[in-house]
């Protein structure tokens, strides 16, 4: 693969191109894991920066309709989308059903818009781990809005929000009072409130639902990277199509405002640094499948498990002969012999 040829026609615009990118950032080969880092070099000189909204809440609150109906109306505004939908995996197979993009049949019709789902592989978070990959090369693409749709996730599940600029959360009618409003997780780090199915007969529990939650993050202490008024909590129908182009409004407004401000690019910066930091954290674990360690782990396990040497004891002995650079008895190398970035 000639990855200079590639990332010309990912610039493009090219769905095929963007396509194959990304299956080449997915992949864990270790040729193909070399070709991905040169990629995505590459096209990171292009500086371009496209509008990353995260969208999460529980199963069955209609992200994906909501997706579909959001989506199609910005491409009738002429925006480009690009739609990152994560799928569970199974823990005993593996294996995704990857059928968010027949649910959006209408939206994958658009030559504006580019859907691609991907497994989670059991990542914690609610996103895979090469998504934020993905919505580099979707950047690269010149999509105007990047919309990452996690799996059904719970309070404690942030990790989107730490790869969007505007952090949406999904909610059912009659889906909490006040006081679930308050917890923290989840809670803390939207940046609005989407309260779902506001139509028919769900529509004064959607309403009631709203009001709570806009009681209750009253109720959260300001953050610096939001303007008056947010975060914020609003009611919406998919079905109807109500609501999305105020949603759409205030998602604008707190982009302009936090561009202005300066929080934009600091928030940027910060969660560059969370994914380099999660990015060696991610190669370690890997490092431990390895042949090598696999074997020196299960030799350790069994005297573990003998009582010949205590756990601790054991994983100390495991890293000294892994990498005995790591070990914490000597101390840290210095700052000097790390080299500067280029």
Same mark, same amino acid.
């Given at each position: 693969?000639?990855?200079?040829?590639?990332?010309?026609?990912?610039?493009?615009?090219?769905?095929?191109?963007?396509?194959?990118?990304?299956?080449?950032?997915?992949?864990?080969?270790?040729?193909?894991?070399?070709?991905?880092?040169?990629?995505?070099?590459?096209?990171?000189?292009?500086?371009?920066?496209?509008?990353?909204?995260?969208?999460?809440?529980?199963?069955?609150?209609?992200?994906?309709?909501?997706?579909?109906?959001?989506?199609?109306?910005?491409?009738?505004?002429?925006?480009?989308?690009?739609?990152?939908?994560?799928?569970?995996?199974?823990?005993?197979?593996?294996?995704?059903?990857?059928?968010?993009?027949?649910?959006?049949?209408?939206?994958?019709?658009?030559?504006?818009?580019?859907?691609?789902?991907?497994?989670?592989?059991?990542? =914690?978070? *609610? %996103?895979? $781990?090469?998504?934020?990959? !993905?919505?580099?090369?979707?950047?690269?693409?010149?999509? #105007?809005?990047? +919309?990452?749709?996690?799996?059904?996730?719970?309070?404690?599940?942030?990790?989107?929000?730490?790869?969007?600029?505007?952090?949406?959360?999904?909610?059912?009618?009659?889906?909490?009072?006040? =006081?679930? *409003? %308050?917890? $923290?997780?989840?809670?803390? !780090?939207?940046?609005?409130?989407?309260?779902?199915?506001? #139509?028919?007969? +769900?529509?004064?529990?959607?309403?009631?639902?709203?009001?709570?939650?806009?009681?209750?993050?009253?109720?959260?202490?300001?953050?610096?990277?939001?303007?008056?008024?947010?975060?914020?909590?609003?009611?919406?129908?998919?079905?109807?199509?109500?609501?999305?182009?105020?949603?759409?409004?205030?998602?604008?407004?707190?982009?302009?405002?936090?561009?202005?401000?300066?929080?934009?690019?600091?928030?940027?910066?910060?969660?560059?640094?969370?994914?380099?930091?999660?990015?060696?954290?991610?190669?370690?674990?890997?490092?431990?499948?390895?042949?090598?360690?696999?074997?020196?782990?299960?030799?350790?396990?069994?005297?573990?498990?003998?009582?010949?040497?205590?756990?601790?004891?054991?994983?100390?002995?495991?890293?000294?002969?892994?990498?005995?650079?790591?070990?914490?008895?000597?101390?840290?190398?210095?700052?000097?012999?790390?080299?500067?970035?280029?």
């Amino acid at each position: 693969m000639d990855v200079a040829i590639l990332a010309d026609a990912v610039q493009r615009g090219e769905r095929r191109a963007l396509a194959r990118a990304i299956t080449l950032v997915e992949s864990t080969r270790p040729e193909h894991r070399a070709q991905a880092a040169e990629l995505l070099d590459r096209l990171a000189r292009a500086g371009r920066e496209s509008i990353r909204i995260g969208l999460s809440g529980t199963p069955g609150v209609g992200k994906s309709t909501l997706i579909e109906s959001f989506g199609l109306m910005l491409v009738a505004q002429g925006l480009k989308v690009a739609v990152l939908a994560v799928d569970p995996s199974s823990k005993r197979t593996g294996g995704s059903i990857l059928g968010d993009k027949t649910r959006m049949e209408q939206l994958s019709r658009s030559p504006l818009a580019f859907i691609r789902p991907s497994p989670s592989r059991t990542h =914690l978070g *609610g %996103v895979a $781990r090469r998504t934020r990959d !993905a919505v580099a090369l979707c950047e690269a693409a010149a999509f #105007d809005v990047i +919309l990452i749709e996690t799996v059904g996730v719970g309070q404690s599940e942030t990790v989107v929000a730490d790869l969007s600029d505007v952090f949406l959360l999904l909610l059912a009618p009659a889906g909490g009072d006040e =006081l679930q *409003g %308050v917890k $923290r997780g989840i809670m803390e !780090a939207a940046d609005i409130i989407l309260v779902n199915k506001a #139509d028919g007969d +769900l529509k004064p529990a959607a309403q009631r639902t709203c009001a709570d939650y806009a009681g209750a993050l009253r109720l959260l202490r300001r953050r610096p990277q939001d303007p008056e008024g947010f975060p914020k909590a609003m009611t919406v129908s998919a079905l109807d199509v109500s609501g999305l182009d105020t949603a759409w409004a205030e998602i604008c407004h707190l982009v302009e405002w936090r561009r202005a401000q300066g929080h934009w690019q600091a928030s940027r910066a910060a969660q560059a640094r969370h994914w380099f930091e999660e990015e060696v954290r991610q190669t370690l674990l890997a490092r431990l499948t390895e042949p090598r360690a696999r074997t020196l782990m299960q030799a350790l396990s069994a005297q573990v498990s003998e009582g010949q040497i205590t756990a601790s004891r054991a994983a100390d002995e495991f890293f000294s002969r892994i990498w005995p650079e790591m070990d914490s008895t000597k101390p840290p190398e210095s700052l000097d012999a790390v080299p500067d970035t280029p």
